[in-house]
């Protein structure tokens, strides 16, 4: 084992959290923007949209944000090379369902009647009709939008009693949410019902029962339930990539050589690296790790070969392409043996998948807009991913409404201006429905422990009489190592307020005050 690595990642961080802590973005949306305003990408035509989110994929395991990474990823250390590469990107919540929420409505995910955890694949429409969401935008905007992939935002199943009937239609699926099409999976791959439904419809009815236990494929397990026909576990990653590819294909062939080409907008949040952890040939043993290493080297092959339909089709001039995660790596990765390869998913920041520490949240973001993203770059820059809709909101020109975005930051700005900050601070929530709030250098933990997964688990760190509340400066301790809480009253009670602001005016931008859609207690009181 190499042991300078750990000191080299220290370094990093420090250095990192140093650097950009104030000049919270630089880039995301500015670069996203590139030298094109909303005004002037109006003029020349919107651009194509392709957001893709990988599943419980952490900070260090991919190369471009991880220097120490032992996982050979080419085509996202390619796409970085043609685009920016955030360190300092988040998402509003460390796991599954709220960060899409988050993501898709530009709004907290806190602010849901989702106060913790996570939907199962028989739960009902997260999102309602009139939430305003990235396709409706889109939508708005003249674009075709398309979601293929891992929903996990809930739809309305036909039951009969506790049965699912699934010769029935689904409703409340995302066409409500602004999708004009989509083929899908309800929940996390782990998750039954294993049915696909294209656009309302279930693909085929399952005539029996399928589940993997965890003694019999410590990587590969997937809980029982009902399978269709056509659902292959080990091939949903490659069929939905194909199903994406086939969508985009579709959409620039659908062009009239008389009529302007409608962009289009693809959403593909991927069931992977999340279990079942199942690679498949030539990926299966490739890394020389673990499963979890070469299921991520698959996830990277797939995105070049999305990559590369979009330079077959000419389109990738004209085509942002974002790629994210929706929450650090899992301990379903075994930790254990990919340290024994010297790699940390969590690439030196503390805790993982669930947490209210930074390895929870903090994520791989990449994008590329050929001659609007500057290539090859790396910011510092404080971004969450709920700033996504505000920025595609400032690209296609549409203005700014009072619901829709009312948690994200059009960073675009910093165009004009890079010493600007429009991201004053960020709010991060746990599984457990813990939060955090941040603001320059300084993060302010709710919370006794980890809010999640990692030790000190809330009841146990409560059992120990550690203090509700954790302050730590990232810019001297990225590690959040050390409570410095007792040291800065003043700090805690600042923050503190901050954040109580935040929950009673419904939004964390300027714009009328909104209402949640539950009462919102941050704990965090002795």
Same mark, same amino acid.
């Given at each position: ?397 549409? %203005? @700014? =409404? *009072?619901?829709?975005?009312?948690? &994200?930051?059009?960073?675009?700005? $910093? /165009? ?39 030790? %000190? @688990? =809330? *009841?146990?760190?409560?059992?120990? &009489?550690?203090?509700?509340?954790? $302050? /730590? ?54």
């Amino acid at each position: 084992m190499n042991t300078s690595a750990p000191v080299h990642r220290s370094d990093s961080l420090r250095r990192r959290a140093a650097v950009g802590l104030y000049a919270a973005s630089m880039g995301l949306f500015l670069i996203l923007a590139g030298d094109a305003t909303g005004q002037e990408a109006g003029e020349k035509g919107h651009p194509n949209v392709v957001l893709v989110m990988a599943d419980d994929m952490g900070l260090g395991d991919i190369s471009p944000t991880n220097p120490d990474c032992q996982i050979k990823t080419p085509n996202l250390q390619r796409l970085a090379d043609q685009g920016l590469t955030f360190l300092d990107a988040h998402t509003p919540s460390s796991v599954c369902t709220p960060t899409r929420y988050g993501l898709l409505t530009g709004r907290y995910n806190w602010r849901s009647r989702l106060a913790k955890g996570v939907l199962s694949g028989r739960s009902e429409q997260l999102i309602p009709a009139d939430r305003p969401t990235l396709g409706h935008l889109l939508q708005s905007a003249g674009y075709h939008t398309g979601m293929i992939g891992k929903w996990h935002l809930g739809w309305d199943w036909h039951k009969d009693g506790n049965e699912i009937d699934f010769s029935k239609p689904v409703e409340n699926g995302p066409d409500i949410n602004g999708f004009n099409q989509y083929y899908g999976h309800c929940g996390s791959l782990d998750m039954p019902p294993y049915v696909w439904v294209d656009t309302g419809k279930p693909t085929s009815i399952p005539t029996r029962e399928e589940g993997v236990t965890k003694k019999e494929s410590p990587y590969g397990w997937y809980r029982k339930g009902p399978i269709g026909d056509d659902f292959e576990i080990e091939q949903v990653l490659p069929h939905l990539f194909d199903k994406s590819i086939t969508y985009i294909d579709e959409r620039v062939s659908s062009a009239s050589a008389e009529d302007e080409r409608k962009p289009f907008f693809l959403y593909l949040p991927l069931p992977a690296p999340h279990t079942p952890i199942v690679p498949v040939p030539p990926f299966r043993d490739a890394s020389g790790i673990n499963p979890y290493a070469d299921f991520v080297m698959q996830v990277d092959h797939h995105m070049g070969e999305l990559m590369k339909k979009l330079d077959e089709l000419g389109v990738a001039d004209e085509t942002l392409v974002i790629f994210t995660s929706d929450n650090g790596c899992s301990p379903e990765a075994n930790f254990s043996v990919l340290a024994e390869h010297d790699h940390d998913p969590s690439a030196g920041f503390r805790g993982h998948k669930a947490d209210i520490y930074e390895g929870g949240h903090r994520v791989p973001l990449i994008v590329r807009w050929p001659g609007h993203v500057r290539a090859g770059e790396q910011t510092d820059a404080t971004v969450c991913l709920t700033d996504v809709y505000t920025t595609l909101q400032s690209i296609t020109g549409q %203005p @700014r =409404e *009072p619901a829709g975005g009312e948690d &994200g930051f059009d960073l675009s700005v $910093l /165009f004009q201006d890079p010493s600007a900050n429009p991201r004053d601070s960020l709010v991060s929530h746990s599984i457990g429905g813990f939060f955090a709030i941040r603001r320059g250098p300084w993060k302010l933990c709710l919370s006794h422990g980890s809010g999640g997964w990692s030790k %000190p @688990r =809330e *009841p146990d760190a409560k059992k120990r &009489g550690l203090p509700p509340m954790q $302050l /730590f400066h990232l810019g001297n301790d990225p590690g959040e190592t050390t409570n410095v809480a007792d040291q800065h009253p003043e700090k805690v009670a600042e923050l503190k307020a901050l954040l109580d602001q935040q929950v009673a005016e419904g939004r964390c931008t300027p714009g009328p005050r909104l209402s949640n859609d539950r009462k919102v207690d941050v704990g965090g009181r002795k």
